[in-house]
């Protein structure tokens, strides 16, 4: 393939893989786990986990994606051979199961967002919700972002990707920064820090802590679909792949935590813990305009910075989502870019329209996604870079600095550590996704 885009800089690729991994996973997902999972010790275990299976798999994604230069897919029957090739469509498989619902939740932030803008914070946030979450509004706010995200994904990987990503990157962070700073200075938010940052890790062990903790590793780094392997494809031959993954990890569990600095705080000083305590996916939708509708003035000012904040990132993962899908027709049908972006985009917002119609459905694709195809992703590939593939040490070597040992670590906890994680993750994960699925279809 001679004549494969390339990113234009080597910021421009980071700016775009931790504005893959930067998303709603790290702002409303990792707040309403931490909040569901008891706090402190949640955010431990996924730091933990983030570490030990999380950024290996990073790391494995990238070699493949750069060495091959290819969409996931051929990237698999490149290094593996034709045996490999399923791999590849579970990938985009999970990529179109994720970005359908990932559209909608996109759609109620963008409503959020201009609502705060334009009319204030809504004074009612419970009926709100209800009101917006699902039905005819829940579809169109989600057929508009998808109709965006393929608006930037169709100018191609630096004049599209890149660019926003750019921009967006920074944007987000000041949002998120100058609404931690606010929230400190908020009376009674110590009892919120508490809450974070004191772990009980009598909590910890419980399984689906676990369960939980792992899937959400995965789903905040943008593992086990191919999203990252997609990105790395553009990048130059000689890039520093450990050094790109220790800084997308950082960046990501960083916003992960100073969002959790924003969330905590505010719910406590305004004492609507109780709201939260019972989370769901819709609970910060309904808790924090009910702060932020309590802060007068200001909190309409930190509600525009909030849910621009969530547009943003969503917005930047979404087009990773979708590139996923449409680098594999690009590749493997070859396809134009424009037509690719049509066909992919319409048939996920198609989708996405169950999604948005029945919360119960978003639910049930949120838990698939992430209990399961993104597990058993990230568990064949490192099973394929841990034992099949030819001499994967040298391959993640190019281009950087980093001893050969600490590259044989790496190896090792891809044969061991990450599979045996993802199986036990899983035997406990499967069995229970299963049955919300089954009890969902026999009695929707
Ligand atoms: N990492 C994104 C987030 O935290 O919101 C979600 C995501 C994007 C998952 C891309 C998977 C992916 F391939």
Redesign the pocket.
């Given at each position: 393939m001679t004549n494969r885009e390339q990113w234009s800089s080597n910021l421009g690729f980071l700016a775009a893989a931790v504005g893959?991994?930067?998303?709603?996973?790290?702002?409303?997902?990792?707040s309403y786990l931490t909040a569901e999972k008891g706090g402190a010790a949640f955010v431990a275990l996924y730091l933990f986990f983030t570490l030990a299976i999380g950024l290996p798999v990073m790391l494995a994604e990238l070699t493949l994606g750069r060495g091959a230069k290819k969409s996931p897919i051929l990237a698999l029957t490149h290094f593996g051979g034709e045996r490999w090739r399923s791999l590849g469509w579970l990938f985009v498989l999970?990529?179109f199961v994720?970005?359908s619902y990932?559209s909608v939740i996109a759609g109620w932030t963008i409503r959020y967002a201009a609502e705060a803008i334009f009319l204030g914070v809504p004074l009612n946030p419970g009926s709100k919700f209800s009101e917006i979450s699902q039905g005819s509004d829940a579809f169109i706010y989600h057929v508009f972002f998808m109709a965006i995200v393929m608006g930037i994904v169709v100018r191609g990987v630096s004049r599209g990707i890149e660019r926003v990503s750019i921009v967006a990157m920074p944007l987000l962070f000041l949002f998120v920064c100058s609404i931690a700073i606010y929230a400190a200075t908020l009376e009674g938010a110590g009892a919120g820090y508490l809450y974070y940052l004191n772990a009980d890790f009598a909590n910890a062990f419980a399984i689906d802590v676990v369960v939980s903790a792992a899937g959400q590793a995965?789903?905040?780094?943008?593992?086990?679909?191919?999203?990252?392997m997609t990105f790395a494809s553009y990048l130059p031959p000689k890039s520093d792949l450990p050094r790109e993954t220790v800084m997308i990890g950082g960046l990501?569990f960083g916003i992960?935590f100073l969002a959790g600095l924003m969330v905590f705080p505010i719910i406590f000083a305004l004492g609507i813990q109780a709201d939260v305590g019972e989370s769901t996916l819709g609970a910060l939708f309904v808790a924090l305009p009910k702060a932020f509708a309590a802060m007068g003035g200001a909190g309409r000012v930190v509600a525009i910075f909030f849910f621009s904040a969530l547009v943003v990132?969503?917005l930047t993962?979404?087009i990773?989502?979708l590139e996923?899908v449409v680098s594999a027709a690009v590749d493997g049908l070859n396809w134009s870019r424009k037509r690719s972006v049509w066909v992919a985009g319409t048939s996920i917002a198609f989708l996405g329209s169950f999604a948005a119609w029945n919360i119960e459905v978003l639910d049930l694709m949120d838990q698939v996604a992430n209990n399961l195809l993104?597990l058993v992703g990230g568990l064949a590939l490192s099973i394929f870079v841990g034992w099949s593939m030819r001499d994967p040490v040298s391959e993640v070597q190019i281009g950087s600095q980093i001893s050969r040992p600490a590259m044989v670590v790496w190896h090792q906890l891809l044969r061991w550590a990450v599979p045996v994680v993802l199986l036990f993750v899983l035997w406990h994960s499967v069995p229970s996704t299963l049955v919300n699925v089954w009890n969902f279809l026999s009695d929707p």
């Open positions: 893959s991994a930067v998303g709603l996973g790290n702002m409303w997902r990792f999970t990529g994720i970005l990932y995965f789903f905040s780094l943008s593992l086990g679909m191919g999203a990252i990501d992960a990132g969503a993962s979404a990773s989502l996923v993104l």
